[in-house]
């Protein structure tokens, strides 16, 4: 379908405000979401990070800004340790690691399948149930 739901709501979910408008026409630096709809024609596919068993991305970390959060198995990136040299860009299989600018410096950004809600918002708000969160 290539609607974009999950993006948008991605990006309105990483926002300051958390609300559409000011997120997409308010906000400086503006948020990005953290899945990435590739579409051709008429076939669209969301891509976002599979939070590898074995990630390339946490080995290649420099500072350990990449880390597996130890309750939920969850990659996520401390924008606070990354120094943004961009290995764990280079390294991903899947390309779903990008660059993100915060108000101080440019940070690697990626899903953080986020925390604290039941479902990522980009599995709760896909119309056609096209994107779908398994526990492995």
């Known amino acids: 379908m290539g609607c974009r739901l999950c993006e948008v709501h ?3 979910k990483h926002s300051k405000s958390q609300k559409i408008i000011k997120a997409y026409k308010g906000e400086w630096p ?4 953290r899945v990435i709809v590739e579409q051709e024609g008429y076939l669209s596919f969301a891509l976002q990070c599979r939070h590898c068993e074995e990630a390339p991305c946490l080995e290649a970390c420099l500072t350990g800004a990449m880390h597996r959060d130890h309750e939920t198995g969850a990659i996520l990136c401390d924008e606070e340790k990354c120094v943004g040299c961009w290995m764990c860009i280079m390294v991903c299989p899947f390309g779903v690691v990008t660059r993100q600018l915060t108000e101080e410096k440019k940070v690697a950004s990626k899903c953080d399948l986020c925390l604290g809600k039941e479902l990522p918002v980009c ?9 779908v969160f398994e526990e492995h």
Do not use: G
């Open 10 to 12: 991605c990006l309105v």
């Open 30 to 33: 503006k948020p990005q979401p």
């Open 123 to 131: 599995v709760a708000h896909c119309p056609n149930e096209a994107i």
